[in-house]
């Protein structure tokens, strides 16, 4: 493991007036693969969307290296691929179009080709994407992450949909981005193959698992 990157400090997460975690502490070092558990509604979603910049958080600090991205979560997406549980494709766009569009690359670069190609998508690359299966648009959505290049992946429940064939180049592209220095944390319910992978479980810092921190919680009502 190299130098720690990525770091968030005694963060609180507020979603519909509910706090969904609190005191949370996470580190992500170059190389490293953090797996995120924890039971329905224990916030994994919401920690990787907060990590995102999607979600502020009502307390706490988001460092990237050495500056506060939490105020400005720009300072991290420049270096983040966020691939959430939905696939966010457009459906009257070709495959090739869609990640054409997605990376902002024209549809002759090499890249886009090699990157289908991973997830064996090439002979599907001028179908309608509104004619793929389940599968197929998940392929798709991951083969953005080989389109262009970011240090650190935040994936959601990214094997929702793949058959076992395909979770194993999933499980290929992740170990290859880390052997190169990248880091990647994950969301999943579902096995997926990591070598000596780091873990955090949501439920220890939920109030509705963890019923220690609902005397907190109570503690901090005007947080809401
Ligand atoms: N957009 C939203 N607005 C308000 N509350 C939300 C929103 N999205 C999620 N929540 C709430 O935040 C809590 C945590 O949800 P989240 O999706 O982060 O959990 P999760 O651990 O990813 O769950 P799952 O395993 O079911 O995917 C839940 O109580 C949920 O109802």
Redesign the pocket.
């Known amino acids: 493991m190299g130098n720690s990157l990525f770091h968030g400090e005694d963060l609180t997460c507020i979603?519909?007036g509910?706090t969904?975690f609190l005191g949370l502490n996470f580190s992500l070092s170059e190389g490293e693969a953090l797996i995120l558990e924890?039971?329905?509604?224990?916030?994994?979603?919401?920690l990787i969307r907060m990590l995102s910049g999607l979600v502020r958080p009502k307390l706490g600090k988001i460092l990237w290296q050495q500056q506060d991205a939490t105020k400005e979560p720009e300072i991290v997406q420049r270096h983040i691929h966020y691939i959430g549980h939905r696939n966010a494709i457009k459906p009257v766009l070709t495959v090739l179009e869609n990640l054409a569009y997605w990376s902002g690359k024209t549809k002759d670069d090499p890249s886009l080709d090699d990157a289908l190609d991973h997830f064996r998508m090439l002979p599907l690359k001028h179908t309608p994407a509104n004619l793929l299966s389940s599968g197929q648009s998940r392929r798709l959505t991951l083969s953005r992450l080989l389109a262009s290049e970011r240090s650190v992946w935040l994936l959601d429940e990214p094997s929702v949909g793949l058959d076992v064939a395909s979770v194993a180049l999933l499980e290929n592209v992740i170990q290859t981005h880390r052997s190169k220095g990248g880091s990647v944390i994950f969301?999943t319910?579902s096995p997926i193959h990591v070598e000596s992978p780091s873990r955090l479980n949501?439920q220890d810092y939920s109030p509705?698992y963890n019923k220690e921190l609902l005397a907190v919680e109570d503690d901090e009502e005007s947080w809401v």
């Open positions: 979603r519909g509910r969904v924890g039971p329905n509604g224990s916030g994994k979603s919401s969301a319910h949501l509705l």
